[in-house]
C-alpha cells in the first residue's frame, strides 16, 4: 500500500477515489511515567515516554487506515494527515486520515528509474477496468 502526503503521486494517475479512510487510538502512560514527565517538566529536555506513546499512537492509527483502505481495494492513500489532541492528562488521541485511491502507471516514452520505497508500476489504464 502506498502511503503518501501528496496529492498526486508522479508516474501515476487516479482513475478513481473511493473516499476518505481513516484511523485513530487513544492511548495512556502509566502513573510512573507521568510522576517521572512532571519532574523532566522542571529540569527540561525530551519526555521519552510521551514520544514513546505518540509513535506508538501514530504506528496503530496508521494501520487502521491502511487497514480501512485496503477492504475498500485501495491501491494508495493520498494527502494523509494527521492530528493529536489531548483527552486527559497523560493520554493523548491521534488521528490519521487520508483518500483511498485507485492508480494507473503513466505511461513513459523513457523508462522510468525505480525509486526505493515505491513499489513496481501498476497495469496502465488501459489495462484497469474502470467500474
Known amino acids: 500500500m502506498i502511503v503518501v502526503n501528496t496529492e498526486s503521486l508522479p508516474g501515476y494517475e487516479i482513475i478513481q477515489s473511493l473516499g476518505i479512510v481513516q484511523g485513530n487510538v487513544v492511548r495512556a502512560k502509566h502513573m510512573g511515567r507521568d510522576i517521572a514527565a512532571s519532574f523532566k517538566n522542571i529540569v527540561g529536555g525530551e519526555l521519552k515516554g510521551y514520544t514513546e506513546l505518540l509513535t506508538e499512537?501514530?504506528?496503530?492509527?496508521?494501520?487502521?487506515?491502511?487497514?480501512?483502505a485496503e477492504e475498500l481495494g485501495a491501491d494508495a492513500v493520498m494527502n494523509v494527515r494527521f492530528s493529536t489532541s489531548a483527552i486527559t492528562q497523560?493520554?493523548?488521541?491521534?488521528?490519521?486520515?487520508?483518500?483511498?485511491?485507485?492508480?494507473?502507471?503513466?505511461?513513459?516514452?523513457?523508462?522510468?528509474?525505480?525509486?526505493?520505497?515505491?513499489?513496481?508500476?501498476?497495469?496502465?489504464?488501459?489495462?484497469?477496468?474502470?467500474?
Open 57 to 68: 499512537a501514530r504506528r496503530d492509527a496508521s494501520s487502521r487506515m491502511i487497514a480501512q
Open 90 to 131: 497523560g493520554a493523548a488521541e491521534l488521528y490519521v486520515y487520508g483518500t483511498a485511491v485507485k492508480l494507473a502507471a503513466i505511461e513513459a516514452d523513457e523508462p522510468r528509474p525505480a525509486v526505493e520505497g515505491i513499489p513496481p508500476p501498476l497495469p496502465t489504464s488501459q489495462e484497469v477496468p474502470r467500474g
